[in-house]
């Protein structure tokens, strides 16, 4: 985020790119600590584009497994030192699998409007989640 002052006005913007980039870099660190992360996508406004100062990056972390409850991973799976505020949102394949069944709408629109910004390949090269 940019602030330039022009006398009594000041202009704030939100460089889009830059902030995916660092978003993306800090995915990256965390996928390195946590084997378990499948693949991460990005959605709401910072992927659609419509994002303003303020705007958060909103990731949906596609996880192979977890014994863990859903509140309890949030801390686990967001990543650090990024210049835009991070809500993470980190579900099983199995959840959500069983989600995608049910129409769930939060998950439809969050991988329809959604960009991969991460995806753990296997030795094959071929992507290791399924979702």
Same mark, same amino acid.
């Given at each position: 985020?940019?602030?330039?002052?022009? *006398?009594?006005?000041?202009? !704030?913007?939100? %460089?889009?790119? $830059?902030?995916?980039? $660092?978003?993306?870099? $800090?995915?990256?660190?965390?996928?390195?600590?946590?084997?378990?992360?499948?693949?991460?996508?990005?959605? *709401?406004?910072?992927?659609? *584009? %419509?994002?303003?100062?303020?705007? /958060?990056? /909103?990731?949906?972390?596609?996880?192979? @497994?977890? /014994?863990?409850?859903?509140? @309890?991973?949030?801390?686990?799976?967001?990543?650090?030192?990024?210049?835009?505020?991070? @809500?993470?949102?980190?579900?099983?394949?199995?959840?959500?699998?069983?989600? !995608?069944?049910?129409?769930? $709408?939060?998950?439809?629109?969050?991988?329809?409007?959604?960009?991969?910004?991460?995806?753990?390949?296997?030795?094959?090269?071929?992507?290791?989640?399924?979702?």
């Amino acid at each position: 985020m940019e602030i330039h002052s022009i *006398g009594s006005v000041t202009i !704030i913007w939100l %460089d889009r790119k $830059a902030a995916v980039q $660092a978003v993306k870099q $800090a995915v990256r660190r965390l996928a390195r600590r946590r084997p378990e992360i499948r693949k991460v996508v990005l959605f *709401g406004s910072l992927a659609r *584009g %419509d994002a303003v100062p303020g705007s /958060d990056a /909103d990731l949906l972390v596609v996880l192979a @497994d977890s /014994d863990r409850p859903f509140l @309890d991973r949030m801390p686990l799976y967001r990543p650090t030192r990024v210049p835009v505020g991070v @809500d993470v949102f980190p579900y099983t394949e199995e959840e959500l699998t069983e989600m !995608i069944k049910e129409s769930n $709408a939060f998950v439809k629109r969050a991988l329809s409007e959604g960009m991969v910004i991460f995806e753990r390949r296997g030795e094959n090269g071929t992507a290791k989640s399924l979702i």
